[in-house]
């Protein structure tokens, strides 16, 4: 079946310091790939999407490439903000479907003065 | 323009009593899911509904759990006699369609504890 995995946090970093969040996936056929972020207290929000080979989501600064022959869709940002903190979750879905995400556990991020 | 609105946002409960979640969608919106998310874990798919139809019940537990999305009113998810083990984050996502071109919007979540 489908499955995330996503690099353990809390991540720590300073402000303006580049941040990687790792997310790597099994699915079969070729699934759209998505990055959710939570903030204390609220649902979660699409922070972007890919839903092909070497397709690049971006948004906010934040940017993820699906690459297929690694089955990988790391986080990238090049300079984080303390507002920035937050969880992230990386996530898949079936081609054709929006209904069953499959998602990593979450990667807390802090972001410190 | 509110969002996925869920209520309560926190509910405890003892063993063998009943929950009840519920969800108003987006405006807009017709498709309702429910995730639930176990501590440490990532959020799980439990079921998918439209109106007066339930679409997608794969994710649920066999016993114990329902959920509907009756013509008018919120969406509801009900789980009778609860256990410790259903203490959880439960979240209500929606979108407008449930093709791939959609994207889910979540509500807050609802945080289940059985004492």
């Known amino acids: 079946g489908n499955s995330v995995t996503q690099m353990e946090g809390p991540v720590t970093l300073s402000e303006e310091a580049f941040l990687t969040i790792n997310c790597t996936y099994t699915a079969t056929g070729y699934p759209s790939l998505f990055w959710y972020v939570q903030y204390p207290g609220e649902g979660l929000q699409l922070l972007l999407k890919?839903?092909?080979?070497?397709d690049k989501g971006s948004n906010k600064g934040f940017e993820a490439t699906y690459r297929k022959e690694t089955t990988s869709f790391h986080l990238e940002k090049g300079s984080v903000q303390v507002s920035d903190s937050a969880v992230y979750f990386c996530?898949?879905?079936?081609?054709?479907?929006?209904?069953?995400?499959?998602f990593g556990t979450g990667t807390r991020l802090q972001v410190t003065l | 323009n509110a969002g996925v609105m869920q209520n309560p946002r926190h509910l405890v409960r003892r063993r063998g009593q009943e929950a009840r979640l519920r969800c108003s969608p987006m405006?807009?919106?017709?498709?309702v899911y429910w995730y639930r998310q176990l501590p440490e874990e990532g959020l799980k798919f439990m079921v998918y509904?439209?109106?007066?139809?339930?679409?997608?019940e794969s994710g649920m537990p066999k016993e114990r759990f329902s959920a509907e999305f009756p013509k008018e009113g919120p969406s509801i998810l009900r789980i009778q006699q609860v256990v410790r083990g259903d203490s959880a984050a439960y979240f209500c996502?929606?979108?407008?369609?449930?093709?791939?071109?959609?994207?889910?919007?979540f509500g807050a979540g609802s945080r289940l504890t059985v004492l």
């Open positions: 509904l439209q109106k007066e139809n339930i679409i997608d």
């Open positions: 405006k807009g919106h017709s498709h």
């Open positions: 996502a929606s979108s407008q369609s449930g093709s791939g071109a959609n994207v889910l919007t």
């Open positions: 890919a839903t092909k080979a070497d």
């Open positions: 996530a898949l879905s079936d081609p054709g479907t929006a209904s069953k995400l499959t």
